[in-house]
């Protein structure tokens, strides 16, 4: 499977109950923890979308996952810290991440694993995300090797306008660029319309972002790629 998503059911979940050797073990993969109510383990990502989030080398270090039932709560869920993942330093991407964002020059930051797998296929590898947390300076700093440029287009609402902006604050000015899309709320929309077109607008109009609210020179993208 090309973007490696996968299912948690309870086959899954008594498969990891069996062959991890004890209740530790189990809480320190990250796929149990223990309940407040009764001190029992139980599985987090049962019955959810997973998503595997990444390190830079391509490797699988933690995941992310989506209720299918829109009754269970909370929508979303990431795995907790551990050796290997800080939620706070991590970001979710694909595994052409990398080599799509040296190629094109920029980062593009978006609000959900949605976005990024939209953006993936309407040519946008490029694409990561914060995984549902606020963006931070150390998740940036984790991409900086790849790239000193950013722009973030979450979502089109008054929600996500501010948070974009907030977003834009953890890096010097001149840096980031903030992108709107104006017929949708996210790029998942913009994808399920086929309209690959409001992706390339957005890059093209997208504005310098500085906290004092001074509009900086364009960073050049001599085309929306």
């Known amino acids: 499977m090309k973007y490696d998503l996968g299912y948690c059911n309870s086959w899954l979940s008594t498969f ?4 991890l050797d004890s209740e530790a073990q189990k809480i320190d993969a990250g796929l149990f923890k223990t309940s407040e109510k009764n001190n029992r383990v139980y599985d987090v990502f049962r019955n959810r979308i997973i998503f595997p989030i990444k390190s830079h080398r391509d490797q699988i270090i933690g995941f992310g996952g989506r209720v299918i039932d829109s009754s269970d709560n909370p929508k979303y869920l990431n795995s907790s810290d551990s050796v290997l993942y800080k939620k706070n330093r991590n970001l979710y991407f694909t595994s052409d991440f990398i080599t799509a964002t040296k190629k094109k020059g920029y980062a593009f930051i978006v ?5 990024v ?3 993936n296929k309407l040519g946008y590898a490029n694409s990561a995300s914060p995984s549902g947390t606020a963006l931070t300076y150390q998740q940036l700093e984790s991409i900086s090797k790849y790239t000193s440029k950013i722009l973030i287009c979450f979502d089109n609402d008054e929600a996500g306008i501010k948070a974009a902006e907030e977003a834009a604050t953890v890096l010097p000015p001149g840096k980031t660029k903030i992108a709107r899309l104006e ?3 996210d790029p ?3 994808l399920q319309a086929n309209d690959s077109e409001a992706i390339r607008k957005a890059i093209w109009d997208a504005k310098p972002y500085r906290p004092d609210g001074i509009v900086l020179s364009l960073i050049h993208i001599s085309e929306p790629t």
């Open 16 to 19: 990891f109950k069996k062959n």
């Open 111 to 115: 609000e959900g694993y949605f976005d």
């Open 117 to 119: 797998l939209s953006l």
């Open 183 to 185: 017929s949708y709320k």
């Open 188 to 190: 998942s929309e913009a």
